[in-house]
């Protein structure tokens, strides 16, 4: 039985984002006359601890919002899905995360993020509250807030025996120092290629790339969407995972599905292979439904029928 509270926290982003629908997107000081509107409640690490949570992992967040309407709404939409938050504090000053994104009829888009408040995390703070919360098997981050902030958490994780998974989006570069406390690290083609420098375009490619992203530092997990994935054990041999062919119907979340799996069978102490499969499997599963049917708790019976197997 695992010593710690949690079986993932979670140190990342907050963000209400506004949703339009525009029939194109605006040129230079036109004003485009939009369709339709709507808030979805996002941000990495918010996405990633509330897909940890519905699919049955007891998680917490790190986090930080605004004393404003866009933070009742976060909250609340943690509370829904069971994310404990009380290392969610409010900043008195900067409002919360926020983008506006303009969404086309093709499925371009463009955007605006204004990170507020999630810039003024406290780095001291956030790692005595890894601590206060009880602790995690599995430590999550992002790199939509300052790596200060990710550094001084990983360190705390690391000494309390958990291990750290770094979700590299968005690509950045990164300090020796902090990779040095990453044991996992997850990134798409993009993020791969900016990182390492190398075309990343298929599973040969993206095989080829391990290397360059650590892999004799750390674990690292290539993701390649329908063309399946590719991961190296620290200092072991790559491996590629085909895809699992499905009817698509959204690809929105799929990444988040994949983490939140991830992150869970790695809790589980699960070797690498077993928690990519489990991961692959999950995320085929969910890009699969709708919105209603990701909601309802059949797709959490799905997810952990799979992650058993």
């Keep these: 039985m695992s010593h710690f509270a949690f079986d993932i926290i979670v140190c990342g982003s907050l963000h209400l984002d506004i949703m339009v629908d525009a029939p194109h997107l605006p040129r230079l000081d036109e004003t ?7 808030m979805k409640c996002g941000g990495k690490g918010g996405n990633q601890a509330v ?5 049955g992992a007891r998680t917490a967040m790190i986090g930080r919002i605004g004393a404003d309407d866009f933070g009742t709404r976060l909250l609340a939409h943690l509370d829904e899905a069971g994310v404990n938050r009380r290392a969610v504090e409010t900043d008195p000053v900067a409002g919360s995360g926020m983008s506006v994104a303009l969404v086309d009829p093709q499925g371009d888009y463009g955007a ?16 005595q509250q890894f601590i206060s919360l009880g602790g995690a098997s599995i430590l999550v981050l992002q790199n939509e807030i300052p790596e200060a902030v990710n550094l001084a958490v990983a360190k705390a994780a690391r000494a309390a025996g958990a291990r750290v998974l770094l979700n590299a989006a968005p690509a950045r570069a990164l300090s020796a120092e902090f990779l040095d406390q990453v044991d996992i690290l997850v990134v798409n083609r993009v993020e791969a290629e900016m990182m390492s420098g190398l075309t990343v375009s298929d599973q040969a490619s993206a095989e080829a790339a391990l290397p360059a992203l650590g892999g004799h530092a750390c674990d690292v997990i290539i993701t390649l969407g329908g063309e399946g994935l590719v991961f190296m054990a620290k200092a072991g041999a790559p491996h590629r995972l085909a895809p699992h062919k499905v009817a698509v119907v959204s690809t929105h979340g799929a990444g ?7 992150a869970i069978m790695l809790s589980r102490d ?3 292979v077993d928690a990519c499969d489990a991961a692959n499997r999950v995320a085929a599963r969910f890009v699969s439904l709708t919105e209603e049917q990701r909601a309802i708790s059949s797709f959490r019976a799905d997810a952990e029928s799979i992650m058993k197997a």
């Design 112 to 127: 605006v993020i204004v990170s507020g408040s999630n810039l003024r995390i406290s780095p001291e703070h956030s790692a």
């Design 256 to 262: 988040d599905s994949f983490l939140g799996t991830l």
């Design 51 to 55: 897909m940890a949570a519905r699919l």
């Design 270 to 272: 699960t070797s690498l």
């Design 32 to 38: 485009a006359v939009g369709t339709a509107w709507g």
